[in-house]
């Protein structure tokens, strides 16, 4: 079973809003729920109210539990609180996905993409992402600039380094 949102689809929107999640994201989206039984419907969290984005962010129930969990563990007041509340509450929809794996976009998700009868589903690990599909081809174009930032000029650079710059400095930071 899929444990992760991987790859991309490009998914056909009917005029009602009715889309299919990807058949990939349906096995990733039911493993990242611990309260779906056998057959039973994976939750499906939608945050459409990023200003700063160009894409809906959806999470998958046990993602969402975690970040819950998280945010409520902030101190009420706090800035950073109040702006992942409304992010992940006010602005965050959780939509059900029947057996055949279509789902309503809510309005608000639809409106700030503006889809024109097709989105395109990105998997990022434990989320993912809907877009329009012309906005995936721009975040083609920012992937291929940051390689070209982080490789250092190098002509033969590999992107998995990176992670392991990350592991080296945590082993680091363990070690001190």
Do not use: W
Request: aromatic content about 8%; glycine content about 10%.
């Amino acid at each position: 079973m899929e444990s992760r949102f991987q790859g991309e689809s490009l998914n056909k929107l009917d005029g009602k809003g009715r889309i299919s999640l990807p058949a990939k994201f349906r096995r990733a989206l039911q493993a990242g729920d611990s309260r779906c039984g056998p057959g039973g419907a994976a939750r499906l969290y939608i945050a459409y109210g990023n200003p700063t984005t160009d894409f809906v962010e959806c999470l998958s129930g046990d993602y969402y539990d975690d970040l819950v969990a998280r945010i409520e563990a902030m101190d009420d007041g706090e800035e950073e609180r109040e702006l992942l509340e409304y992010l992940y509450f006010v602005k965050c929809d959780e939509v059900g996905v029947d057996d055949t794996g279509r789902f309503v976009l809510p309005p608000a998700a639809r409106d700030k993409l503006d889809l024109d009868g097709e989105a395109l589903f990105q998997g990022k690990g434990q989320k993912f992402h809907i877009l329009k599909p012309a906005d995936g081809e721009a975040a083609d174009a920012r992937a291929l600039k940051m390689l070209e930032k982080l490789s250092g000029g190098k002509e033969f650079f590999n992107p998995v380094s990176l992670a392991n710059r990350k592991r080296a400095a945590l082993a680091d930071a363990d070690d001190a």
